[in-house]
């Protein structure tokens, strides 16, 4: 608040350079000092109940620039409507499957993995943070999606991505080793959709991208719904 812009995102990549640097510094010789002690180290689950406070932090600035999108409307139309519910469902089917997916699991021993867990959370956020603006050019905007339909679609496809890659360091896994795969199969290939969606969306109206992308999504969640991902959804016989 006291500094001019360039110097704030200055500060701002000094302290990730910090927070990140040290970590990866340490990595090896704290790696040969649990050896020594003949311990492992084991991540604490509250780590991951922190990460997901934060990431209901970053998801309502996606519903805020929903919101937004629809006040600076020029007027309020069927189509503004119309993006305003696909967009706050679209924010909504992400949550969904980033807690169902990720919620109430501990991290695998290794600070190999804690450091992971840290490292993938940080392109995971700025993807939520930079949907905000996105979504907030496709309701508001002309009719077009352009490249705010990229940003939005784009974003979509590394949460999506991201998920997979969290998951696979995480412990107690309720899935079998089948049932995951085929999750994160479901997962990549939904992440592949959004991509096709970025490319689209510089021919077609943005509301029709935005439907695209909830179609994905939707589909994404009745993919794994069905190999027991979300119990409270629908629960898989054995």
Same mark, same amino acid.
């Given at each position: 608040?006291?500094?001019?812009?360039?110097?704030?995102?200055?500060?701002?990549?000094?302290?990730?350079?910090?927070?990140? =640097?040290? @970590?990866?510094?340490?990595? $090896?010789?704290?790696?040969?000092?649990?050896? +020594?002690?003949? /311990? +492992?180290?084991?991540?604490?689950?509250?780590? *991951?109940?922190?990460?997901?406070?934060? /990431?209901?932090?970053?998801?309502?600035?996606?519903?805020?620039? !929903?919101?937004?999108?629809?006040?600076? &409307?020029?007027?309020?139309? !069927? $189509?503004?409507?119309?993006?305003?519910?696909? #967009?706050?469902?679209?924010?909504?089917?992400?949550?969904? /499957?980033?807690? @169902?997916?990720?919620? +109430?699991?501990?991290?695998?021993?290794?600070?190999?993995?804690?450091?992971?867990?840290?490292?993938?959370?940080?392109?995971?956020?700025?993807?939520?943070? *930079?949907?905000?603006?996105?979504?907030?050019?496709?309701?508001?905007?002309?009719? %077009?999606?352009?490249? &705010?339909?990229?940003?939005?679609?784009?974003?979509?496809? !590394?949460?999506?991505?991201?998920?997979?890659?969290? /998951?696979?360091?995480?412990?107690?896994?309720?899935?079998? *080793? =089948? $049932?995951?795969?085929?999750?994160?199969?479901?997962?990549?290939?939904?992440?592949?959709? &959004?991509? !096709? #969606?970025?490319?689209?969306?510089?021919?077609?109206?943005?509301?029709?991208?935005?439907?695209?992308?909830? &179609?994905?999504?939707? =589909?994404?969640?009745?993919?794994?719904?069905?190999? %027991?991902?979300?119990?409270?959804?629908?629960?898989?016989? *054995?």
């Amino acid at each position: 608040a006291f500094l001019p812009r360039h110097a704030a995102i200055i500060l701002w990549a000094i302290g990730l350079l910090l927070n990140f =640097g040290v @970590e990866l510094l340490i990595r $090896r010789r704290f790696q040969e000092l649990m050896r +020594e002690m003949n /311990t +492992e180290f084991k991540p604490s689950p509250a780590i *991951v109940e922190r990460f997901g406070l934060f /990431t209901i932090i970053v998801l309502g600035e996606s519903v805020v620039g !929903v919101m937004n999108g629809l006040g600076a &409307a020029d007027h309020w139309s !069927v $189509r503004s409507w119309s993006s305003f519910v696909v #967009c706050m469902a679209i924010a909504f089917l992400l949550w969904w /499957t980033y807690f @169902e997916m990720l919620g +109430e699991r501990g991290v695998k021993s290794g600070f190999r993995n804690y450091t992971l867990l840290n490292l993938l959370h940080l392109p995971l956020f700025a993807a939520f943070a *930079v949907m905000a603006p996105g979504m907030h050019l496709l309701i508001a905007g002309q009719a %077009g999606a352009g490249w &705010a339909g990229w940003v939005v679609a784009g974003c979509v496809a !590394v949460v999506l991505c991201l998920n997979v890659f969290i /998951t696979g360091i995480l412990d107690d896994d309720p899935l079998s *080793v =089948g $049932r995951r795969n085929n999750v994160d199969r479901y997962s990549l290939i939904a992440a592949a959709l &959004a991509v !096709v #969606c970025a490319v689209l969306s510089m021919a077609l109206p943005a509301i029709a991208v935005l439907f695209l992308l909830f &179609a994905v999504l939707i =589909g994404l969640v009745v993919f794994c719904a069905r190999q %027991g991902a979300f119990p409270q959804l629908y629960d898989p016989p *054995v």
